[in-house]
């Protein structure tokens, strides 16, 4: 079987798991896991902000991440389908009492004016307050899409300007980092906070990181603890995360060809496609996806009328190519 349905599905390389295997660990509550220690200094210093702090999670890395910079009662803006809105099961409103309004946009895009539209001045006791406003990077269920750096730094004077925080779900910021040739640092400086996972296209098997400054690291430590995620000889797993950030993020462009292969063979226009995922218009989606799955490949639908194809560290040119063929006949 050639597994399309995501990129969270990669399973660790031999060499990644000598890499786990060697690693020099500690109790990461105490502070004293020295593999967790390099991993966030160097995930900090990618992004040029002061301070990272590994999470089990990316869900748990946004809800960190916006908590920092929403109170309870305030809101955070972000676009209708975003990772956040849709799909962290309302973590936001359950833990930390934060509100969502949302903006549409079909391919996840920063809709400005939008934003002004919908952006809610403290008024004391009338309307919820804007606190942030959040963007994705690659946009998830907006297949992939990159958000152009010139939209960002435009949101971020915006939001400067307006007193409100930025946050950046980066689960995938290493695909459009390698599909632009925009420094990580460059996107980094367009968030306050951010959330970037290394369990997607880089392979490891478990990992996220929020990163921002000192102050929001330090208290986000407490509340990761708060909520369960105090994690004690997790060098292990951080070990994974430092050979995905020294061998897996280059070869992304290999991803980003398989995902343009993959479209053409499905009738969609390649250069629609900016990353490693494909989303095909299918009316009979569950009938394509059980097609699909007898043609030997899986894909998923997503609602009624789509079909998600995701390429990754374990599909190889010759699967794409095979995956192509029997997709396209179908
Ligand atoms: C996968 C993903 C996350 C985090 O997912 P977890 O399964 O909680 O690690 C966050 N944001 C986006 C856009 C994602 O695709």
Redesign the pocket.
Known sequence: MIDLRSD?LTKPTESMRAAMARADVGDDVYGEDPTVALLEERVAGMFGHEAAMFTP??????VLAVRSLVAPGQEVLCEAS???AR??LGAHGAYSGVTMRTWIHPRGQVDLPMIQTIFAPDMGPFFVPTAAIAV?N???FAGGAVLPIGDLRDLREYATGVGVGVHM?G??IWNAHVATGVPLEEYGAIADVM?V?L??GLGAPIG?LMVGNADAIAESRIWRKRMGGGMRQVGILAAAGLHALDHHIDRLADDHEHARLLAEACGVDPTSVDTNIVVVPRTDAADFVAAAREAGVLVSAVGPTAVRLVTHLDITRADAEKAAAALGSL
């Open positions: 969270t999670t990316g869900s748990m890395a946004n975003a990772h956040i799909a962290e994705e690659t946009h998830n779900d689960a995938r959330a996972c369990s997607k996220s």
